[in-house]
């Protein structure tokens, strides 16, 4: 029999600068869904990377002196960049790819010329008011009090020649596919894309750009650049060997398509909109799921890049460890909704569950085997009446846990495994081993 396969990804984080928590929040989930699918016999591929071109890493390159290039270089590869954070965190991702790679350049080409052959890429005049840092054109009606809505800072006029895809073809489809399947998790969210941005009317998509250099050239047209979702959604792809020859085709036709994309909400409109229409007009298959997680609240407030209100996981990691802090970011938070974050959480999370409750299960348990049974536990063992429950307890965990672990519910199934601790150590309270231990009749039932 063929074994079963399981293809997963992050988004690819822009390497604007350091990644923060959030980044390694999803990064963390991402790998315990690929570490879960592995131990249950699947044949897994889990993918993640970097989006390294476009305008604001162009200024940003600039202002440090240096190519855009060596740039996203030192942030991606450099001494506690993005792959050293991974390594620390203990990610075990299968694929990592950069967009600045050349097998992904030259398959983007090939995509868009595609498309562009098919009548679904066409060339126009873009005009709109434009966020250098957040790289968005916005409506006016989509401004807050005049400024860019994600980041809230000033927005300038803008316009230049443009090449388009014809997004609004594929509205009706897009629609259907958000209304009547369960393609976009959590439910939640189906209402406020096909609300907010199908029903309003789609409106054709900015494609390329010809303001600025750093971004793949468009192979026909060498003065425009790909601008951002063509090139970064189909890393999906192309990290499989589609379009290019770095990988076999054969990973293509395996893992393709994704069972999921676990993504931050604010991507959550290009996923589920601007993707599955671009795959459309590509005629290949869809992802099964696109995931979109919450955000962490730093005091109620976005974290963003750009607005420096940021937490440092390598700090994080190097002073509590990697595994507590995947533990908490997997404990603390319901994988869907906002999470406020604080080192006072993490720290109690921590001193409660992984020292009180888990630390001190193991260190009674094994020094009393130790202390009265030499570490080795006699076969004469006797029942009594408090074991039913634990038992009952333990033998229904792996169940509710994988139930969890397929919803995605990641809180949930460590809530039932610290259940089953929290059980065990009320157990040990309850049967009193340290009075068993006074006589020899009582042995057995110590030893049990």
């Not at 790289?135 to 400024?147: D, I, M, P």
């Not at 600025?212 to 189909?234: C, E, N, Q, R, S």
């Not at 888990?358 to 094994?366: A, D, V």
């Not at 969890?404 to 009320?426: G, P, R, T, W």
């Amino acid at each position: 029999m063929d074994q079963k396969k399981f293809y997963i990804t992050t988004p690819i984080y822009y390497p604007s600068d350091k990644l923060h928590i959030g980044h390694t929040y999803c990064t963390v989930a991402t790998d315990a869904m690929a570490r879960y699918k592995r131990l249950q016999g699947y044949n897994v591929k889990f993918l993640t990377g970097t989006d390294e071109h476009g305008q604001k890493i162009e200024l940003k390159a600039k202002e440090a002196g240096v190519t855009p290039q060596q740039f996203v270089d030192n942030i991606v590869e450099g001494p506690k960049g993005v792959k050293d954070l991974w390594k620390l965190m203990n990610i075990s991702y299968d694929r990592f790819i950069r967009t600045t790679d050349d097998y992904h350049v030259a398959a983007i080409q090939k995509i868009f010329k595609k498309m562009y052959e098919k009548g679904d890429i066409y060339k126009g005049t873009y005009k709109g008011k434009y966020c250098t840092p957040c790289e968005s054109f916005w409506t006016e009606s989509q401004l807050v009090n005049g400024c860019c809505p994600d980041c809230g800072r000033p927005v300038v006029d803008a316009e230049e020649e443009a090449y388009f895809f014809r997004l609004s073809k594929y509205a009706d489809r897009v629609r259907d596919l958000l209304v009547n399947t369960d393609f976009l998790l959590p439910r939640s969210r189906v209402n406020e894309m096909v609300h907010n941005f199908i029903d309003p009317g789609l409106e054709d998509l900015c494609v390329s750009r010809t303001s600025f250099k750093w971004g793949i050239p468009v192979d026909f047209d060498p003065k425009h650049v790909v601008y951002v979702w063509i090139d970064a959604l189909f890393n999906y792809t192309t990290a499989l060997g589609f379009m290019n020859d770095k990988y076999p085709d054969s990973d293509y036709e395996t893992f393709w398509p994704a069972d999921v994309h676990f993504i931050g909400k604010e991507i959550v409109r290009f996923h589920s909109i601007i993707w599955p229409a671009m795959l459309m007009s590509m005629d290949m298959p869809l992802p099964k799921h696109v995931y979109g997680h919450g955000w962490l609240l730093l005091d109620g407030g976005k974290m963003s890049k750009s607005k420096g209100n940021v937490v440092d996981p390598y700090l994080l990691a190097e002073r509590y460890s990697a595994d507590a802090l995947r533990y908490f970011l997997l404990r603390d938070f319901p994988f869907g909704s906002d999470g406020n974050f604080s080192n006072e959480l993490l720290i109690n999370r921590i001193n409660m569950d992984l020292a009180n409750d888990l630390g001190n299960l193991l260190s009674r348990t094994t020094a009393m085997a130790d202390k009265y049974f030499g570490g080795c536990l006699p076969i004469e063992q006797d029942e009594g009446p408090e074991d039913a429950a634990l038992l009952e307890k333990v033998s229904g965990l792996r169940a509710r846990y994988e139930a969890d672990m397929e919803a995605y519910a990641f809180q949930n199934a460590l809530a039932d495994v610290f259940e089953v601790i929290d059980n065990a150590n009320k157990y040990i309270d309850a049967t009193a081993p340290w009075v068993l231990a006074k006589s020899e009749d009582t042995k057995p039932r110590l030893a049990r």
